[in-house]
């Protein structure tokens, strides 16, 4: 048995904001409520002044694992995930080899069970090795627990193809995660077009290469009724596409990443970060402003960090062929308390809808509140943690963060999964 003495509970699902007592027996929330005494040989955590919401998810992440487990493993990814206040993950299948059968979706499950942290869910491939022309086997691939549908890294450049997959995954109560990208376009770019491709004499990632499909696949969400979840979105016309989208009542929704809502296109200098080489690409100012606009709103569904870790060499080169991606696992939560809940911009409501309870329900996982009979996975927040981000403050295996250096305020102290604390006093076990 354990007590958590004395936090801030917030869990919007319940309606509850205030400072409480929550006893967890087992896996399970045994009570909660404003004074509960500890029974005999109970483990009592002194929770005053922090946070306690239900545990976070962050539904986009990659692992490398199998394939490039120099960049990171499920063991590693899985440690940062904790450190960074996470109960649950979903991995992109954009491995190798391509998690696409049922027995590789059972790989990433099996190994994040041994590691015995944050849970791992996998996200299957929509087609055979995300070769955008051949569907994968998608049933098998629910059989064995896959949360969803992608082909992250890609986008499926036929729209006869995506129009099979969506009838196919519709079959499943899965959604399709859709990464926008009309590669006739996107080409060779590696930044936004505009401004920042001219002034950096580089070529551009337009903002239509993204909003095509954006709208193809919304207009496929409506021929097929298949669940569409568009990721990482980057650009104020792609939310407007979303937004129309559910004013109409279709099932679509989305996610966007803290470097597309806290950074933009000028902050690539000419001192060329190349951790700041991401895709989709970091937008203008305006879009920057949109997506905050978007996500106070509830117009954009969840953050995810889109973690996606690479080697030194692969980034220690020039921008032009250095690798797309930051990691973000660890970085995520504090960059939201820094940059919006301190400032106002969101509620601590608003962030729990975005970090906890709208990835479950677009992934389908059991939904997790801070009440009793519930799950205890937890995420226990110290909102005045002084984060610095350095090297050395990753779990990760990879240190490419676009936001190395910073000085951020608040973090996860505490993790519990299944009522066991996996993160003690901001330490990982
Ligand atoms: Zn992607």
């Known amino acids: ?34 004074a509960v005494d500890a029974p005999e040989g109970c483990e009592v955590v002194d929770c005053a002044g922090k946070v306690l919401v239900p545990g976070l998810v962050d539904m986009h992440v990659h692992f490398r694992d199998p394939g490039f487990e120099y960049k990171e493993d499920i063991a ?61 086997e998608i049933g098998d691939m629910v059989m064995e627990g896959a949360c969803g549908f992608s082909d ?28 926008c990208e009309d590669e006739s376009l996107t080409a060779n770019g590696v930044v936004n077009e505009g401004r920042a491709s001219t002034r950096l004499g580089m070529f551009g990632w337009p903002a239509l290469g993204e909003e095509l499909e954006v709208m193809r696949d919304i207009e496929l969400c409506r021929l097929t009724g298949c669940p569409l979840h568009v990721a990482h979105i980057s650009t104020a016309r792609s939310l407007d596409l979303v937004r129309a989208a559910k004013a109409e ?41 949109a997506l905050v606009a978007g996500l106070a709103d509830g117009s954009i569904d969840c953050v995810v960090s889109d973690h996606a870790p690479h080697a030194a060499h692969e980034k220690d080169c020039e921008f032009e062929i250095a690798y797309f991606g930051t990691v973000g696992l660890e970085t995520t939560l504090p960059l939201m308390l820094t940059y919006l809940v301190d400032r106002g911009t969101i509620t601590w409501q608003r962030l729990v809808e975005v970090l906890a309870v709208a990835p479950r329900r677009i992934l389908r996982l059991e939904p997790v509140a801070v009440e009793a009979g519930s799950a205890a996975d937890l995420t226990l927040i110290d909102p005045e943690a002084a984060v610095t981000v350095t090297t050395e403050y990753f779990e990760s295996k990879s240190k490419n963060s676009a936001f190395l250096g910073l000085h951020l305020k608040g973090a996860a102290s505490d993790v519990v999964i299944g009522g066991k604390r996996v993160l003690e006093a901001g330490l990982v076990r």
Do not use: W
């Not at 499950?109 to 996998?122: N, Q, S």
């Not at 951790?275 to 879009?287: A, G, M």
């Open 76 to 136: 590693s990814g899985v440690r940062a995930a904790t450190h960074g206040g996470f109960t649950d993950v979903a991995t992109m299948p954009n491995t190798d080899p391509v998690t696409d059968t049922g027995t590789a979706v059972r790989y990433q499950i099996d190994r994040g069970a041994d590691a015995g942290l944050t849970r791992v869910h996998p996200i299957g491939a929509l087609t055979r090795g995300e070769d955008g022309e051949s569907l994968a």
């Open 249 to 289: 009542g279709l099932p679509v929704t989305c996610e966007v990443t803290p470097h597309h809502l806290f950074l933009t296109e000028e902050n690539i200098t000419d001192s060329y970060n190349t951790n700041l080489k991401v895709n989709p690409p970091l937008r203008t100012r305006d879009d920057a402003e």
């Open 152 to 179: 992250d890294g890609h986008g499926v450049q036929s729209a006869g193809m995506m129009r099979t997959c969506m009838e196919y995954v519709s079959q499943f109560d899965r959604a399709v995660i859709a990464h």
């Open 1 to 34: 048995m354990m007590l958590l003495k004395g936090a801030r509970v917030i869990d919007p699902q319940v309606g509850i904001d205030g400072v409480m007592d929550v006893l967890v027996d087992g896996g399970v929330i045994a009570e909660v409520s404003e």
